[in-house]
C-alpha cells in the first residue's frame, strides 16, 4: 500500500506536503490559511523542496524518479 500520492512526500518518503486529495474543499482552504500565516510552517515546506533538488540533482532526474517509484512501488 502506498502511504502517499504527492511526488514530493512519496520521493522523501515523509509528508512534507499535504495530502488534500479530499472533496472538502474547507480543508484546503484551512491548510492555505495556515500556510499563509505561518513563516515556520513556509519555511519547511521550503527546506523540503531544497532537500528534493538536492536528491533529484540535474542531470538524469528522469531516470532517478524512475528507479525511486519503482522501489517505492515494489515495496507495497
Known sequence: KVKWVSLTNLILKRQTVPEIVQKDWKILYKYAQE???SEHLRQEMKESFLEL???LGQEGVLEKLRELFLS???ES
Open 35 to 37: 500556510l499563509l500565516s
Open 53 to 55: 533538488r538536492k536528491l
Open 72 to 74: 517505492i512501488f515494489q
